[in-house]
């Protein structure tokens, strides 16, 4: 009777589950050809779908893998172009993986609220991405801990969570030493937030080549990765009773306020200041002169640590041995219109 059933209806996942003596879960994750299923489950559940002659819908399949997977994205960033960038990233490894995105916003730069997370959790979302800076904020991190929630941290490194990022030292130390090779020997840095360790490390970076060329001569001066911050640092700079001939700040948006307020001043980039940015956001091309920066791939950090939470959603709570939890990508100096030599070497 049961088999008439079926045969009139079709057989559906939910049949090949009971014949399997499984999950709706464990079948769709074995069609997936996810790593994390036994092989005995998998050849049991293999078994069923040949004995059943089950055929997967892929619509159907589709939604069930939207059901099982299904993630939330809090993010809280001043820098529309770095959000839109990585939410384009988001967004499209999550269609290409069918997975469902539960988006949470901090107002005004700020992280979420603690009953705002919490109702996310509450919503059933099986992982979590942390957008910069949120991966180093402790109260998100608690309450995800506490949830028992695989995370992946986009922009920093986390020992306790999956982790995607540059190595910003080094490219900060890169564009630096672009800067001298040029003949700027008078430099001044934009530190971004001062909460956020990338921060520091492009700082560190910065100071490193400093040290390494010597006789160069530096101002150091606090933004907060925001366009406003940029507009006050770059006063700052220029105000100075010689001012540096190159300036490098620790994002686009602030090197662009640098552009804005040479501009201002009636000088002219490159020829009268050399300005440098780090991110290579949309901000880097849509003023004039177009920024010589630092391409952090913004789009591929948000794509590889979706990918990399979905494979260890999918592993269940052992994720296999060895999986690969911590990433570095590849950052390039790109070099345009910003930067040239400074004036006085002709």
Do not use: C
Not at 24 to 42: E, F, K, L, Y
Not at 45 to 70: F, G, W
């Amino acid at each position: 009777m049961a088999q008439t059933a079926r045969r009139t209806r079709g057989v559906t996942i939910i049949d090949v589950a009971k014949h399997a003596g499984v999950s709706p879960m464990t079948v769709s994750r074995v069609i997936n050809a996810d790593a994390g299923v036994r092989d005995q489950t998998r050849e049991r559940v293999n078994e069923a779908i040949r004995e059943l002659n089950y055929k997967p819908n892929m619509m159907a399949r589709s939604l069930v893998t939207s059901r099982e997977i299904r993630i939330g994205v809090i993010y809280s960033n001043p820098s529309a172009a770095f959000m839109s960038d990585f939410l384009g990233g988001v967004f499209e490894e999550a269609s290409d993986r069918a997975a469902q995105l539960i988006l949470l916003k901090g107002k005004d730069g700020k992280p979420p609220t603690r009953d705002a997370i919490e109702g996310l959790i509450a919503s059933g979302v099986g992982g979590v991405v942390l957008a910069p800076p949120l991966g180093e904020v402790p109260l998100i991190r608690q309450l995800l801990r506490e949830a028992n929630l695989p995370v992946a941290v986009v922009g920093g490194a986390a020992r306790d969570a999956i982790s995607v990022r540059i190595d910003n030292r080094r490219a900060s130390y890169d564009m630096t030493r672009h800067l001298i090779d040029l003949g700027h020997r008078r430099l001044g840095f934009i530190i971004g937030n001062p909460d956020q360790s990338a921060s520091a490390e492009r700082l560190s970076g910065f100071h490193a080549a400093v040290r390494e060329a010597g006789t160069v001569e530096t101002q150091v001066v606090q933004g907060d990765f925001s366009y406003a911050s940029g507009l006050v640092a770059g006063e700052q700079l220029l105000d100075a009773r010689t001012p540096p001939t190159a300036i490098f700040a620790s994002n686009d948006d602030m090197a662009a306020a640098v552009v804005s307020v040479a501009h201002r001043r009636h000088l002219d980039v490159p020829a009268d200041l050399t300005v440098a940015g780090f991110d290579d956001t949309t901000a880097a091309v849509t003023l004039w002169p177009p920024l010589t920066t630092i391409r952090q791939p913004v789009l591929e950090l948000a794509a590889e640590a979706l990918q990399l939470l979905i494979r260890e959603m999918r592993a269940g709570p052992a994720p296999a041995k060895g999986a690969r939890r911590s990433r570095v990508l590849k950052h390039v100096l790109v070099e345009r219109e910003s930067t040239a030599p400074p004036a006085e070497s002709g």
